[in-house]
């Protein structure tokens, strides 16, 4: 069964500040995503990550895959208030599986 | 810009009894799916469907739930007799393609009482 796990699962940081949220998954797998959440609301699509070595950057976020690690990274550059919301990674085991399985969510604060 | 578009936003039912989620998908979308989150948790995979069928559903997914495509637009999810533990948001999803980003609607809050 395929697990994926997001550390940390909450993260107060000052504006300003770097940081990166880590995902890992279990098994072998075709594809990554990264979802925003805000409160209550739904979820908007980040990043696609196809392949090993996969890197995908938007304003103050980056994303990277390391498929032989079973890891991927957000990065948060300089952050600013707007980012806060609840981050999610989610995997896609086979190509063309179509189920999405969610990492548990990180949780990000930005403090002014 | 197309969007996935859910109703209602919030639901209120009583133990044992039907309720239908909707969900419009973007409109050139061929695959179709619905998750759901209880409150805090991460988001769970329900079911996926394509070519008026299901192509994959979780364990969550059992008797008490079923989805149709009942028109060109629409596509639904029923749960014949709720329980407390099926209270969650649920939330459709639909892609061009199998391969493509899957895109969320709002979702739809389910109190089940």
């Known amino acids: 069964e395929l697990k994926v796990e997001q550390n940390p699962l909450f993260l107060s940081m000052q504006e300003g500040k770097n940081y990166t949220i880590y995902c890992n998954y279990s098994t072998t797998s075709d594809r990554l995503y990264w979802y925003r959440q805000d409160p209550g609301k739904s979820l908007e699509s980040l990043f696609v990550l196809l392949s090993n070595g996969a890197v995908k950057q938007e304003g103050r976020l980056m994303a990277s895959l390391d498929t032989k690690a079973r890891l991927s990274t957000l990065h948060i550059t300089a952050a600013v208030h707007d980012l806060s919301a609840t981050y999610f990674c989610?995997?896609?085991?086979?190509?063309?599986?179509?189920?999405?399985?969610f990492g548990t969510g990180t949780r990000l604060t930005i403090i002014p | 810009e197309p969007e996935v578009t859910q109703t209602p936003s919030h639901q209120v039912t009583q133990m044992g009894q039907e309720v239908i989620l909707r969900c419009v998908p973007i409109?050139?979308?061929?695959?179709f799916y619905w998750y759901r989150q209880i409150l805090g948790q991460k988001v769970e995979f329900l079911v996926s469907f394509y070519n008026n069928e299901i192509s994959e559903k979780s364990e969550i997914f059992d008797d008490q739930f079923s989805v149709e495509r009942p028109d060109g637009s629409n596509f639904t999810l029923k749960i014949r007799s709720t329980k407390l533990e099926d209270s969650a948001m649920y939330f459709c999803?639909?892609?061009?393609?199998?391969?493509?980003?899957?895109?969320f609607g709002p979702g739809t809050r389910l109190l089940v009482l």
């Open positions: 999803a639909s892609s061009e393609v199998a391969t493509e980003t899957q895109y």
């Open positions: 989610a995997v896609e085991k086979n190509f063309g599986n179509e189920k999405l399985t």
């Open positions: 409109s050139n979308h061929l695959y």
